[in-house]
T-cell receptor, first 112, second 111 residues
Framework: KNEVEQSPQNLTAQEGEFITINCSYS?????LHWLQQHPGGGIVSLFM???GKKKHGRLIATINIQEKHSSLHITASHPRDSAVYIC??????????????FGEGTQLTVNP | NAGVTQTPKFQVLKTGQSMTLQCAQD?????MYWYRQDPGMGLRLIYY???????DKGEVPNGYNVSRLNKREFSLRLESAAPSQTSVYFC??????????FGPGTRLTVL
């Protein structure tokens, strides 16, 4: 079992729909990252969080440390949101280099 | 401010050839990383450098070497390329606050 599991692997939505991508992890963490990988391959950091909730525009990320679970929500989805969304965690035992462990990603396609 | 840059963007090698992937960041970050990304797998850490002058192995270091030339530059070398090293390679750096910044990636094919 991977340390970081994402669901679903693939998600297709209609423009305007509310989208949720889930991330579960099995280790103690000091931070969780949500990343977006565009069709052209570039990777952009969306959020870094260690507790609670963060919001940026139409994107909301939440984390429940006790349940070892995080969600990424997209409100009013748009075709330009089509991308791979990646969850990554930094283990709480990592003191050198702050290495991340990555999920396999969720391929989101938003149709017009 | 260019962020993290990588060269080359694409490369095709024959088995046994060597090459160096270059990475540089202009954000004065201490920590830098090399990852590979393969279909059906998450990004995997090859090597990292927590600060200038130090490097450490990650999850999949075999077949690779790295050099942290200075604070800006962190290069990845394949001494004798193998088809199993066909992948997309990403360099990244980490800010003091923990945010990760990725380069555009290098798509490497080993024939």
């Amino acid at each position: 079992k991977n340390e970081v599991e994402q669901s679903p692997q693939n998600l297709t939505a209609q423009e305007g729909e509310f989208i949720t991508i889930n991330c579960s992890y099995s280790v103690g963490i000091s931070a969780l990252h949500w990343l977006q990988q565009h069709p052209g391959g570039g990777i952009v950091s969306l959020f870094m969080l260690s507790s609670g909730k963060k919001k940026h525009g139409r994107l909301i990320a939440t984390i429940n440390i006790q349940e070892k679970h995080s969600s990424l929500h997209i409100t009013a989805s748009h075709p330009r949101d089509s991308a791979v969304y990646i969850c990554a965690v930094r283990g709480s035992r990592e003191t050198s280099g702050s290495r991340l462990t990555f999920g396999e990603g969720t391929q989101l396609t938003v149709n017009p | 401010n260019a962020g993290v840059t990588q060269t080359p963007k694409f490369q095709v090698l024959k088995t046994g050839q060597s090459m160096t992937l270059q990475c540089a960041q202009d954000m004065n970050h201490n920590s830098m990383y090399w990852y590979r990304q393969d279909p059906g797998m998450g990004l995997r850490l090859i090597y990292y450098s927590a600060s200038e002058g130090t490097t450490d192995k990650g999850e999949v270091p075999n077949g690779y070497n790295v050099s942290r030339l200075n604070k800006r530059e962190f290069s990845l070398r394949l001494e004798s390329a193998a088809p199993s090293q066909t992948s997309v390679y990403f360099c990244a750096s980490r800010s003091q606050g923990g945010a990760q910044y990725f380069g555009p990636g290098t798509r490497l094919t080993v024939l």
